[in-house]
């Protein structure tokens, strides 16, 4: 598939996840950041969501819980460029019942091309990076080309 470019905003719109067993190391992890995620959009799913803003007093955009769809809700919004970068504080000992909306959620992340964190300190070096609040260039999917050309296939 042909690549093209598109930037990532200098105020990101950042999608903050947690499984139960880490959703309280993410609580903390936003009261640590609170003033430079107040700089941003911030989307959640259901529970994460409410106890972030519960909290930490920031403003976050609750989608539905994860195993209820958020994690879908999340999916669409990177697949249509609206989510920006994703922190997900995944438990890796813990079974999860929706592992394969994870996964996918994870997927798009890569195909889309937007920063991940899944721990507290991949998320500090994403947040503390000086490209945090500059536009940023990246290559995707062009998606678009991609199209046309199985349009004309058909």
Known sequence: MEQK???LPAK???ALVA???KKAALQ???????????KHTLYGTG?????IERTTGLEV???LSGPMGGDQQLGAKIAEHEVHMLVFFWDPLASQPHDPDVKALLRLAAVWNI???????SADM???SPMMETELCRTLPDYEKYLATRQVTL
């Not at 903390?28 to 107040?38: G, N, P, T, Y």
């Not at 529970?47 to 106890?51: I, K, N, Q, R, S």
């Not at 920063?115 to 300190?121: D, G, L, Q, R, S």
């Open 61 to 63: 955009i609750k989608l």
């Open 126 to 128: 994403l947040l503390s």
């Open 12 to 14: 990101k719109n950042i």
């Open 28 to 38: 903390a992890w936003c009261e640590k950041h609170q003033a430079i995620l107040s």
């Open 5 to 7: 470019q598109q930037a």
């Open 115 to 121: 920063p991940v964190a899944c721990n507290e300190v």
């Open 47 to 51: 529970t994460t969501g409410h106890l």
């Open 19 to 21: 499984h139960d067993g």
